[in-house]
């Protein structure tokens, strides 16, 4: 008798007679014949479908390797990629189109000039960044994409670029479905590229190297391999994989950066299920998220509800945010850790200072009604607003040390939420209430992934988590609804009338200055302390006896509550608030916050001020007759960002280790006072060395 009918009918299979096993087998071959025909059955009827997903999710696979194998080996996650991806399709475009040359010519001028070139400057940037906070790290890669969004937007307009395809169409017809040549293609770079990376990093002593340079690059030198030149080819390596991805998604897309930017986070999912280290399971995510968008667009046609309609291109997100969740922890490998320099601690000042600077401070706001013109108190107020959401996240950065990408989020959860209380004929501070008390309750959500997560991988996680509520909760009716507008209606209470646009300035200002006492309060508190501990060490708070998940719910709890007040104010200004991508309460503005903060310093009070001014205020003071400047002011804000991130790391590296670096390559250059060369007279991090 054979093994598996014995396995699945217990000891009792033994004593059957042949007539029974032989009804057995029968009966496993009616059921194995059964679950065929079931499977053939869904891959006919979904056949053009599947076969589409996996070659989007090909080219998603390109992305993600590339994605991978630059954290692998540099420990920067590169938000970046969908910008990268965009340069590539734009420098393309203009040599296939504008100048019209052939694709090939076309393809690989592209891949050098963005693929490989691009990787010489990001291999700097990621050198720099070695040994830098995971915050400064995300704030790098932001400051690229704005950076590129400038660029890119300023030279090629705000509209999408469309045109024809360009690989060729001839395919092969294979079980009643039409493989188009160019789905082929994808699929066999994408397959090619993944057993290629497979075999190099196992078998080889630059793959080998490549894992090892970003953990300890001083024991990769001490055994005769330069650390740089390993980075630069991960960069090359991972950017021309970016790169051609970007090219291949083209023509089907049309060439829109905002686009490519929610696209290519589908790569970030088939990553995530990798769990941002294994090749072949990155590989086979992006597939399977390739697949099920495909084939639930099919299934979701029809759809009258727009949340359902729309549920397939949120696959990526939703795989995303279950896999950090899911994945166990010790897969999670936060890479680069190894002497990671602590964040610059806020200057303080003595009490008198802080006394005279809060009392200019405050007699400042409240003069600027009167001083700026009519037409400007808006856009302070709106100032004023964002000035309590960067504090809500300034108490999550430079406090707990947890970095937040979903702000705008909790904000916008306040706002939607005040004004459907308002709807329901709460007056207007038990609405305010309201609308905190519910984004408590979204920040405590936001906080369940900080229980297993920190630095990077939260980043990722709770960009995911305000992508989803952009996505999935935002047109619905608890948020925005699909007319997406919520009215929040100004206040008219205890004699106070803030109707007027110069009256709700200084009712911000008060909700404002409350806030800032909240903060405050917090900061001295035991809570302040732990918090600081929190983002000192949390392995020491533990072993001291707190409960550091408590800890990061708490402060979590708080800065959503404080950014939901901000979400009010925002919305008072306009009396309505609107959930579009460009709005105010837009994903992307989420991420900016982060590298605009940074930007402004690590002060608690003063810092979200300068910052709130420089995102929203500043704008309305900058000449608007110079077109040259309208387009390209963002590049300016996206260099300093990276400038904040990396001048510490540049600064170390032209003052030892680059030095050092250069003269390992040539020991002979490296001698004694008495000329001669010896062991000592070379650095420890770069004997033995070569290029």
């Known amino acids: 008798m054979s093994a598996l009918p014995s396995l699945l009918l217990g000891r009792e299979a033994t004593t059957m007679s042949s007539d029974a096993q032989q009804l057995v087998r029968r009966a496993l071959a009616v059921v194995a014949l059964g679950i065929v025909a079931v499977l053939l059955t869904v891959v006919f009827s979904v056949g053009p479908y599947v076969v589409t ?17 630059t954290y692998k ?10 910008a990268q991806a965009a340069a590539s399709a734009f420098v393309f475009y203009s040599f296939r189109v504008t100048m019209g040359l052939p694709w090939p010519v076309a393809a690989f001028c592209s891949v050098l000039l963005v693929g490989l070139g691009g990787s010489l400057l990001l291999e700097r940037i990621a050198f720099w960044l070695t040994g830098a906070p995971a915050a400064m790290k995300v704030v790098a890669t932001i400051g690229l994409i704005v950076l590129l969004e400038s660029v890119l937007t300023g030279a090629y307009g705000q509209a999408t670029i469309e045109f024809s395809a360009f690989l060729p169409a001839k395919g092969i017809h294979l079980l009643g479905v039409n493989i188009l040549g160019s789905q082929l293609i994808a699929v066999a770079i994408a397959v090619l590229a993944t057993i290629g990376l497979y075999l190099f990093f196992g078998r080889t002593r630059l793959g080998v190297s490549m894992q090892a340079v970003v953990d300890s690059p001083t024991l990769l030198a001490l055994e005769a391999t330069n650390p740089v030149v390993v980075r630069r080819y991960a960069w090359a390596i991972g950017s021309c994989f970016i790169s051609i991805s970007g090219i291949m998604l083209a023509p089907t897309l049309g060439i829109d950066f905002d686009i490519f930017l929610l696209v290519f986070i589908a790569a970030f999912g088939a990553a995530a299920v990798g769990a941002f280290s294994s090749l072949p399971l990155t590989f086979a995510g992006a597939i399977g998220i390739g697949i099920t968008m495909n084939v639930l667009s099919d299934k979701m046609a029809g759809q009258t509800n727009l949340v359902l309609a729309g549920l397939y291109t949120q696959i990526p997100f939703l795989v995303l945010v279950a896999a950090l969740l899911i994945v166990p922890r010790r897969k999670l490998i936060t890479r680069g850790v190894g002497a990671v320099r602590k964040l610059r601690p806020a200057v303080t000042f003595s009490a008198p200072v802080v006394a005279a600077g809060a009392v200019g401070g405050v007699g400042v706001a ?66 305010l209430a309201v609308s905190v008390l519910v984004a408590v309750v979204a920040g405590g959500l936001a ?35 699909q007319t997406d507008s919520v009215t929040v209606a100004r206040p008219q209470f205890l004699g106070i009338n803030a109707t007027s646009d110069r009256g709700y300035y200084f009712l911000a200002l008060v909700i404002a200055g409350l806030c800032a006492v909240l903060i405050v309060g917090i900061r001295r508190s035991r809570l302040g302390r732990l918090l600081r501990g929190l983002s000192d060490s949390p392995t020491a708070l533990e072993a001291h006896g707190t409960n550091t998940r408590l800890t990061r719910l708490y402060v979590f709890c708080a800065a ?25 309460f837009g994903y992307f503005n989420s991420v900016v916050l982060l590298a605009v903060l940074a930007f402004c310093g690590s002060q608690p009070l003063l810092s979200p001020a300068i910052a709130a001014f420089v995102f929203e205020v500043v704008k309305v003071y900058l000449p608007t007759g110079n077109t040259w400047l309208t387009n390209y002011e963002g590049a300016f804000f996206g260099l300093a960002a990276i400038a904040v991130a990396v001048v510490p790391g540049m600064n170390l590296s032209f003052l030892g ?10 020991p002979v250059t490296s001698r004694g006072q008495n000329g001669q060369l010896t062991r000592a007279s070379v650095p420890l991090a770069t004997q033995g060395v070569r290029s």
Do not use: K
């Open 53 to 69: 997903g996996i070659a989007d999710g090909s080219i998603y696979a390109l992305a993600a390797l590339g994605l991978v194998l």
């Open 73 to 82: 080996t540099s420990g920067i996650f590169n938000f970046a990629i969908g």
């Open 366 to 431: 409240i003069a600027i009604p009167f001083v700026v013109g009519a037409a400007y108190v808006n856009q302070w107020t709106t100032g004023v607003g964002f000035a309590v959401v960067f504090a809500s996240l300034g108490l999550l950065l430079w406090t707990s040390g947890q970095i937040s990408l979903c702000q705008m989020a909790f904000a916008a959860i306040g706002a939607t939420t005040f004004g459907h209380a308002q709807a329901a004929g709460l007056p207007w501070l038990a609405a």
């Open 447 to 481: 906080a369940i992934p900080s229980f297993r997560l920190s630095g990077v991988y939260l980043a990722v996680a709770t960009f995911g988590f305000g992508l989803l509520l952009q996505n999935l909760i935002y047109p619905t009716f608890l948020m925005f609804g």
């Open 560 to 584: 959503a509550g404080i950014a939901a007040v901000g979400g009010v104010l925002i919305a008072g200004v306009t009396q309505s608030a609107g959930g579009t991508p460009t709005g105010p």
């Open 657 to 666: 280790r680059r030095v050092q670096e250069r003269q390992g390559r040539s």
